[in-house]
């Protein structure tokens, strides 16, 4: 069985005994960030064509099968299309802000690709808040959103980046909450040990009706975070204003939208790696010959079929629900989503006090 | 597409929601002045798809003019035929057959699903859920096949004639329609389950943009727009036409007045329409399809006035006739400029997200206000 | 009392999106309701109904002859001038002038299929076609004359 462990293992002895320790470091910290854009690049491709077949194939109609085999290929028509498009800055605009906003938010992206474990014993870098670093540095996000509606000189940007601005920041309380919720009885925030933990059961199961609250909660607030439908008020097509990257085309607008799908993967990826057990395969207890056969399949296949599964239920919901307004977005955070979940933080800290899990 | 023209001395704003909409109306200019969010006053600005239709009509003879008819309200083509050919019936005291009555009165149901099916999938499609609007493109698909069986076109279909219908009705018609009737009974419930059940879509219309019967009398406001507000305003019922006055159908009526309940008269009048189909589809008289008429057609002096039903309110023509073989004046009572009127009166005081979902309520087709 | 009320609250709304989501989820996974007709693909068999509107024409037998007599009742019957029918007089086979048909000048640009010069013919000179591609490169490809060259009525057409 290949595993990503064994060639990261490989390269790195191979490049300690070519080069001495310093020079082997940098290679590996190049080679790392060229595997992080290298996978941006192929998540967007991937993404993008997912999204719009799934949506074809619930809208009743087939998705784009023209370019390439089953459509393959129209990524990389789309990606051509925005390279050449005009990158127009307006005439009053900021430019400072203007041009850093879109890499601010790429630049937040890459930095969640860090703790992330893709495989048995595969992350870039394993450190003992991975749980907590990722909660904060998401909530850097709402800078680039601002940064953007502000520089771009017109009133209706503004208006949909203070807008999407309440909203990311309503909904982390109850994304930060949910994630407390199910730390609880793991015990640590470092992405290694909270996968391992995983070993006889994944978490969504074990923790039966706290986790599942908490899961449901989670997808919730995350879809709202992402600025994904119902919640997409900041970028609606059909409403007045047109959101906060509408002055934005070309590359400049390719980032906001890559950096929107990449922020999806991420935290689907938080999601799978805290209730689904992230690379762990299915096991059930101390059924051994079970657990012996699933791990067979390789974990870097659990993992991303994990992720793409949560990722197909958020597609699922944007083709399924209209949207919601401001107020009633805010109140769905503050009136429910917020007590619901406080509660929930009770009572598995009840359970887990009383030893009621598995 | 939005731009800002100014401020106002207290400080309001003033946007343009310009003609080219993003919502799928056709071409209206509202000028909205907003006090934060809150709207003030919208004003509606007419007449970007004026084509002069009602001054067209009078160089064109009596059989001539109803295929421009088609293209006002073009979502219930056959309806605003039929009323001109019931105008000019009248002034000439022309006897239709019983045949050509209930093919009449078959293709004008048909015609209300359709849009009233095409007005529901828009209206998802501006809250949203991109995905109702695909759903009911395959009832309106259905439907435009029978249509082009039997009439030869999609969409303006130029079918109902001055003395009853211009071709029979195609062999497989019944069959058709039959098949049609059976799967549509089959989806219907699939409407409540991904539209009108859903907690978001209600909350988004629920007590939003009341309008009380007064006003809707007040501003002239028909069909389903009126109806939602409890006036009692369907032609089929107060001055029926035709052999409505022989089906077995209920008006609908609903007393809330916001948009849900304007949703409501909607969907439960497709409903409604079916029954009617259903009454006739196995009864279609034998007899002529036509009823004999001179080559030309001369209306005698005077003034000729005829209301129907459309899938937006009702249709008025006024025919004023000097005595030759075409008109001397046409007028074209229509329902959306009516109903157009009302938007100021419930959109004060709301947000701007909200007028969207009043526009879809309202059911504008904006040829139709202009002509 | 307000708790019994916000948990049905609650209930009520997560039932009715699972709803929906239950019913998107079965078009996702039932790909034989998709609709869709692959149109440049599917040109061999597709198939317009006989009473379709596409253009008019005027259909001519094996002999190239048609049945117009020229009597101009389409152009009189036409709300916007589309067809317009121009005439010659010609000698019959008993001697006597005769007028016939010369060219029946039609724009296609002009027409709305509205279908009135069909039912106006006495004759059954013309028809609708069922073709709908009409796109042209120059314009003055849609002015078609009808009848073809050197083609004459058919006989004991009236």
């Given amino acids: 069985m290949w595993s990503l462990q064994k060639i990261a293992n490989t390269i790195h002895e191979w490049l300690n005994t070519t080069f001495n320790s310093t020079i082997a470091t940098t290679i590996e910290m190049v080679i790392a960030g060229v595997a992080v854009i290298t996978l941006f690049a192929l998540l967007g491709l991937v993404l993008v064509l997912m999204e719009r077949r799934v949506a074809a194939w619930m809208q009743i109609r087939l998705g784009p099968n023209r370019v390439g085999p089953q459509g393959l290929l129209q990524s990389m028509a789309d990606t051509i299309k925005l390279l050449v498009k005009e990158g127009l800055t307006p005439n009053g605009a900021d430019k400072f802000l203007f041009n850093l906003a879109p890499f601010i938010a790429m630049i937040v992206a890459m930095l969640l690709m860090a703790p992330i474990a893709f495989a048995k014993d595969f992350q870039l870098w394993d450190l003992n808040i991975g749980v907590l670093y990722i909660s904060s540095v998401s909530s850097i996000m709402v800078i680039s959103i601002l940064m953007a ?85 900041a970028e609606a097509e059909s409403e007045l204003t047109a959101g906060f990257h509408t002055e934005y085309s070309g590359m400049k607008f390719a980032l906001f939208f890559l950096s929107e799908y990449v922020n999806v993967f991420i935290v689907c990826a938080v999601g799978a790696t805290l209730f689904l057990g992230g690379w762990m395969p299915f096991h059930i207890g101390h059924w051994e010959s079970f657990n012996h056969m699933m791990d067979y399949i390789p974990s870097s296949v659990w993992f991303f079929g994990k992720t793409f599964a949560l990722i197909f239920l958020i597609m699922w919901f944007r083709w399924t629900f209209p949207r919601l307004r401001i107020d009633q977005l805010l109140n769905l955070e503050w009136k429910y989503l917020l007590p619901i979940s406080m509660f929930n933080l009770l009572l598995m800290t009840a359970l887990a006090i009383l030893g009621w899990y598995f | 597409m939005v731009e800002a023209l100014g401020s106002t001395q207290e400080g309001n704003l003033i946007i343009n929601v310009g003609p080219q909409h993003p919502a799928t109306h056709g071409v209206l200019h509202l000028v909205i002045t907003l006090n934060g969010e809150t709207i003030v006053h919208v004003e509606p600005h007419l007449g970007y798809i004026h084509r002069s239709i009602e001054k067209m009509c009078e160089s064109l003879t009596y059989r001539q003019f109803i295929y421009v008819t088609s293209r006002m309200d073009y979502l219930s083509s056959h309806i605003n035929n039929h009323a001109c050919a019931l105008t000019v019936e009248k002034g000439m005291q022309i006897e239709v057959p019983a045949r050509a009555q209930v093919i009449r009165i078959l293709m004008d149901e048909l015609t209300r699903i359709a849009s009233h099916e095409l007005w529901w999938g828009a209206m998802a499609m501006d809250l949203g859920a991109f995905t109702p609007f695909f759903h009911a493109f395959r009832e309106r698909e259905s439907i435009n096949d029978i249509m082009e069986e039997t009439c030869g076109a999609r969409l303006t279909m130029n079918y109902i004639v001055p003395g009853g219908v211009m071709q029979d009705i195609h062999p497989n018609f019944q069959n058709r329609v039959k098949a049609f009737l059976k799967m549509y009974k089959s989806k219907i419930h699939e409407y409540d389950e991904m539209v009108t059940g859903n907690i978001i879509f209600q909350n988004r219309m629920k007590n939003i943009g009341v309008l009380s019967a007064e006003d809707a009398i007040s501003y002239g406001c028909t069909g389903p727009t009126a109806r939602g507000s409890g ?99 046409i007028k074209f009572r229509s329902p959306g400029f009516s109903n157009l009127s009302v938007l100021n009166h419930i959109a004060r005081g709301s947000k701007l997200g909200d007028l969207v979902a009043m526009m879809g309520t309202l059911d504008l087709v904006i040829p139709d206000i202009d002509r | 009392m307000f708790l019994k009320d916000y948990i049905n609250d609650v209930y009520g709304a997560v039932k009715s999106l699972l709803v929906g989501m239950r019913r998107t989820g079965y078009y996702f996974t039932h790909h034989k309701e998709i609709i869709t007709q692959q149109y440049p693909d599917n040109r061999a068999t597709l198939d317009l109904p006989e009473r379709f509107k596409g253009e008019v024409v005027m259909p001519h037998d094996a002999n190239n002859e048609h049945r117009c007599t020229g009597c101009t009742a389409c152009e009189l019957a036409c709300p916007n001038g589309t067809i317009k029918v121009i005439t010659k007089f010609e000698v019959n086979a008993e001697g006597k002038k005769k007028k016939a048909i010369d060219k029946l000048v039609y724009h296609l640009e002009l027409c709305t299929m509205c279908n009135l010069c069909v039912v106006a013919c006495p004759s059954d000179a013309i028809k609708m076609a069922q073709t709908f591609e009409h796109s042209v490169y120059d314009r003055s490809e849609f002015t078609k004359i009808l009848n073809n060259p050197g083609s004459k009525i058919m006989e004991g057409v009236e």
């Fill in chain 2, 231 to 329: 006036v009692s305003s369907d032609i089929r019922k107060i001055y029926p036409y035709e052999i409505y006055n022989q089906l077995d159908f209920d008006e609908v009526l609903e007393h809330g007045g916001d948009s849900f309940s304007r949703y409501m008269v909607r969907i439960r009048e497709m409903q409604e329409s079916i029954k009617i189909i259903e009454q006739l589809i196995d009864h279609i008289p034998e007899g002529d399809f036509q009823a004999k008429t001179k080559a030309v057609l001369k209306l005698p002096k005077g003034e000729f006035y005829t209301r129907v039903e459309t899938a937006r309110g009702e249709l008025g023509v006024y025919i004023v006739s000097e005595g030759g073989t075409t008109p001397y004046r």
């Fill in chain 1, 149 to 233: 509606g502000w520089s771009s000189n017109n009133k209706y940007s503004l208006m949909g980046a203070m807008r999407s601005g309440a909203q990311i920041v309503s909904y982390e309380l109850s994304a930060g909450l949910a994630i407390l919720t199910i730390i609880v009885p793991i015990g640590s925030l470092q992405f290694s040990e909270i996968v391992q933990s995983q070993v006889n059961g994944w978490w969504i199961f074990k923790g039966h009706i706290p986790a599942i609250i908490a899961f449901v909660i989670f997808m919730i607030a995350v879809t709202a975070e992402t600025n994904r439908a119902p919640f997409d008020l």
